[in-house]
């Protein structure tokens, strides 16, 4: 008689390079992210909150830095 296997899935390779890379190029991440999700719906792999989180993350972090990037615009246009 075999013991029973605690059988995990895999993670996605594309779901954690997707996670690190939106804390550098935030929307390149998000982008990683939606490529890693359709990826993960079709293996089966594991993942998904990783790749769901930078989805998130990436347009939260690139919204921010439209408007950082808009006030510092209008900061310096002001000075001008």
């Known amino acids: 008689m075999t ?3 605690d059988v995990t899935p895999r993670v996605n390779t594309l779901a954690v ?3 690190v890379l939106v804390f550098f190029v935030a929307f390149v991440g998000s982008i ?3 490529l890693a999700l359709r990826d993960i719906d079709r293996t089966g792999e594991g993942g ?3 790749a769901l989180w930078a989805i998130v993350l990436g347009f ?3 919204a921010f830095n ?4 808009a ?3 209008v900061s310096i ?3 001008g």
């Open 3 to 5: 013991a029973p296997q």
């Open 17 to 19: 390079v997707a996670f």
């Open 32 to 34: 990683v992210g939606f």
């Open 48 to 50: 998904r909150a990783l």
């Open 60 to 62: 939260v972090f690139t």
């Open 66 to 69: 439209i408007v950082v990037g």
């Open 71 to 73: 006030l510092v615009l």
């Open 77 to 79: 246009l002001r000075q």
